[in-house]
């Protein structure tokens, strides 16, 4: 198929990509095992790393995100996959706040910035 719409974000704090538990693909490659990681917040646990299978558009190249899987409740609210600066940084993204839009040149998509209600009302 031709996989499922999901919200996501760009995380520009965080090394590594995240995905909510309540995506993940049970089917899905594992590539890694949770580790102990100390920030702001204190010590924590992030969680196992999955491949994820990703389109940014309808029927474009599919990339492989090493994602970690973090708990629903620590995600932002809408959001089921965050895009860490690794990532950011392997498809040359750019945040265009003044044109509203996000730039992947590696991959050579240009998508519109919207707001997460406006995503999440198009893609329910």
Same mark, same amino acid.
């Given at each position: ?55 940014? /558009?309808? =029927?474009?190249?599919?990339?492989? #995100?090493? $994602?970690?899987?973090? !708990?629903? +409740? ?26 509203? /839009?996000? =730039?992947?040149?590696?991959?050579? #998509?240009? $998508?519109?910035?919207? !707001?997460? +209600? ?7």
């Amino acid at each position: 198929g031709k996989g499922t719409p999901t919200t996501t974000g760009v995380d520009t704090y965080a090394e590594y990509s995240a995905i909510a538990e309540s995506s993940v693909n049970k089917q899905w490659q594992k590539s890694g095992q949770s580790k102990g990681i100390t920030g702001v917040g204190g010590e924590s646990k992030i969680g196992d790393v999955v491949l994820v299978p990703v389109r940014f /558009r309808y =029927e474009g190249e599919k990339v492989m #995100v090493k $994602a970690r899987i973090r !708990p629903d +409740e620590q995600m932002p609210s809408g959001v089921k996959l965050l895009i860490g600066t690794q990532l950011q940084k392997k498809l040359r993204m750019k945040v265009d706040l003044d044109d509203e /839009r996000i =730039e992947l040149r590696t991959l050579e #998509v240009v $998508a519109s910035l919207e !707001p997460i +209600e406006v995503l999440n009302n198009r893609i329910n």
